[in-house]
């Protein structure tokens, strides 16, 4: 099970959008709504999944990417953040 992101801006918000196809399928989107505007995005997955087609789509920032890059941007990612670094303990950052 994908663990959810906590986002700190309130116009930012998560969501997962299931729409009927005119073939009867679902295509599920995973997005971001900034406001009142819808970007496709996961970095947890394709954001744009229909399985009766057989199909994924891989979407950062509405930005579409193949498999293997969207796999090469996801490896980029830092491992912990700043705040959870070991080598911080003990220091007072304020």
């Given at each position: ?13 998560p ?11 679902l ?49 980029g ?18």
């Amino acid at each position: 099970m994908p663990r959810k992101k906590i986002v700190k801006d309130p116009d930012i918000k998560p969501r997962k959008i299931t729409v009927k196809e005119d073939d009867g399928s679902l295509t599920t989107m995973h997005t971001l709504q900034i406001k009142e505007k819808f970007v496709l995005h996961n970095f947890e997955g394709p954001a744009l999944i229909n399985k009766e087609q057989h199909k994924k789509e891989y979407y950062l920032n509405s930005i579409e990417y193949d498999y293997d890059t969207w796999n090469e941007i996801r490896k980029g990612r830092e491992g912990l953040p700043w705040y959870k670094n070991p080598a911080h303990k003990g220091t007072s950052r304020h």
